[in-house]
C-alpha cells in the first residue's frame, strides 16, 4: 500500500473523528427537585395558593399545572413576586387544564398563588427541575412541543385520554389532565413510566379530579396518558403536556461515541502501517 495513500485516508478518518466529536456536545441531565400541590375540594374560589420549595440547582425551572371545573381560565401565576408564562391550555364544556413554566426561580421556599378569571374548583399542583436550557425552556412551543389532547365527552369508563408531543433523548415531558363523570366517584393513573407529580381523586356527586405527571424523553416522540376510572357514567377530561429542553453548557467537554471509537481504531492502525511502510 503507498504510504502516501494511507496517510490521506488517516487525515480523513481523523476530520471525520473530530466531526463526530463535535457534533455530540455534552448535555445536563434535567433533575427532579421537587413537588406540591393544593385543591379548593369541594368549594370554588377564584384563587388557589400553596406554598413550593425551590432547591439551589442550576439551570431551575418551575412549571404549574391547573385544572379547573369550568371552561374558565387563569389570569394569572405566580411564585412570590415572579410571574410565569401560560404554556399551553385546553378547555371544553366540561372543564379547562393548563401549563404554566417559570425560569429561573428563585431558590427557597415561596407561595405559588392562581388567580381565575371566574370562581371556580379548580385543582393545582407544581413540579420543579433544575439542568434545564434557560433561553428556550420548552421545544417548539407554540407547536409539537407542547400539545394537548383530544378530549373525553362522555366516554365510557374505564377510558384513556393521551397525548405525543416532540421531543429528543433528555427532554423532560410534563403534562396535566382534569376529568369529571357527573354523578359517580371516580379516580386516574399516570401511563406506563409516567411519575405522579399531583393527583386529586373525585368523590359523588358530580366528581372532579385534577393530576399531573413527569417523565423522561427518550426519542423523537414522547407519549403522556391517563386511565381513567368510574363507578358509571361517562367520562369527560381534557389534558395538555409540553416537553423541557435540557441545558447545554458552553464549551461543555464533548463525548466519543461507538463510531468515533472505532474511527480512532482505524486511524491507529493506518499510523502504524505507515511507520512499518516506511521502516521497509
Given at each position: 500500500m503507498n504510504p502516501r495513500l494511507v496517510a490521506v485516508r488517516a487525515r480523513?478518518?481523523?476530520?471525520?473523528?473530530?466531526?463526530?466529536?463535535?457534533?455530540?456536545?455534552?448535555?445536563?441531565?434535567?433533575?427532579?427537585?421537587?413537588?406540591?400541590?393544593?385543591?379548593?375540594?369541594?368549594?370554588?374560589?377564584?384563587?388557589?395558593?400553596?406554598?413550593?420549595?425551590?432547591?439551589?440547582?442550576?439551570?431551575?425551572?418551575?412549571?404549574?399545572?391547573?385544572?379547573?371545573?369550568?371552561?374558565?381560565?387563569?389570569?394569572?401565576?405566580?411564585?412570590?413576586?415572579?410571574?410565569?408564562?401560560?404554556?399551553?391550555t385546553t378547555s371544553t364544556f366540561s372543564g379547562a387544564v393548563e401549563l404554566w413554566t417559570l425560569t429561573a426561580p428563585a431558590s427557597g421556599t415561596a407561595t405559588?398563588?392562581?388567580?381565575?378569571?371566574?370562581?371556580?374548583?379548580?385543582?393545582?399542583?407544581?413540579?420543579?427541575?433544575?439542568?434545564?436550557?434557560?433561553?428556550?425552556?420548552?421545544?417548539?412551543?407554540?407547536?409539537?412541543?407542547?400539545?394537548a389532547a383530544a378530549p373525553l365527552a362522555g366516554d365510557v369508563p374505564?377510558?384513556?385520554?393521551?397525548?405525543?408531543?416532540?421531543s429528543a433523548s433528555g427532554d423532560m415531558v410534563v403534562d396535566a389532565i382534569q376529568a369529571q363523570d357527573f354523578g359517580q366517584a371516580m379516580?386516574?393513573?399516570?401511563?406506563?413510566?409516567?411519575?405522579?407529580?399531583?393527583?386529586?381523586?373525585?368523590?359523588?356527586?358530580?366528581?372532579?379530579?385534577?393530576?399531573?405527571?413527569f417523565k423522561s424523553a427518550a426519542g423523537a416522540t414522547t407519549t403522556m396518558s391517563w386511565d381513567v376510572s368510574s363507578g358509571g357514567g361517562g367520562v369527560f377530561a381534557d389534558q395538555v403536556a409540553l416537553s423541557l429542553i435540557p441545558f447545554v453548557a458552553p464549551g461543555a467537554i464533548p463525548t466519543i461515541s461507538s463510531l468515533g471509537l472505532l474511527l480512532l481504531a482505524m486511524i491507529m492502525t493506518m499510523i502504524g502501517v505507515i511507520r512499518l511502510r516506511g521502516q521497509g
Open positions: 480523513v478518518a481523523l476530520g471525520a473523528l473530530l466531526l463526530l466529536v463535535v457534533a455530540s456536545p455534552a448535555a445536563a441531565s434535567i433533575v427532579f427537585d421537587s413537588q406540591a400541590s393544593a385543591s379548593t375540594g369541594a368549594g370554588t374560589s377564584t384563587t388557589s395558593s400553596w406554598s413550593h420549595t425551590v432547591g439551589s440547582g442550576s439551570n431551575r425551572v418551575l412549571v404549574v399545572g391547573i385544572s379547573d371545573r369550568t371552561n374558565s381560565m387563569a389570569t394569572s401565576v405566580t411564585y412570590g413576586a415572579q410571574a410565569l408564562t401560560r404554556r399551553v405559588i398563588t392562581v388567580t381565575n378569571s371566574s370562581s371556580t374548583q379548580m385543582v393545582a399542583g407544581s413540579v420543579s427541575f433544575s439542568g434545564v436550557d434557560q433561553t428556550t425552556t420548552v421545544r417548539n412551543c407554540p407547536g409539537t412541543g407542547c400539545t374505564p377510558a384513556t385520554i393521551s397525548t405525543t408531543v416532540a379516580s386516574a393513573t399516570p401511563g406506563p413510566g409516567q411519575i405522579q407529580s399531583w393527583n386529586s381523586s373525585g368523590t359523588a356527586p358530580n366528581a372532579f379530579l385534577g393530576g399531573g405527571s
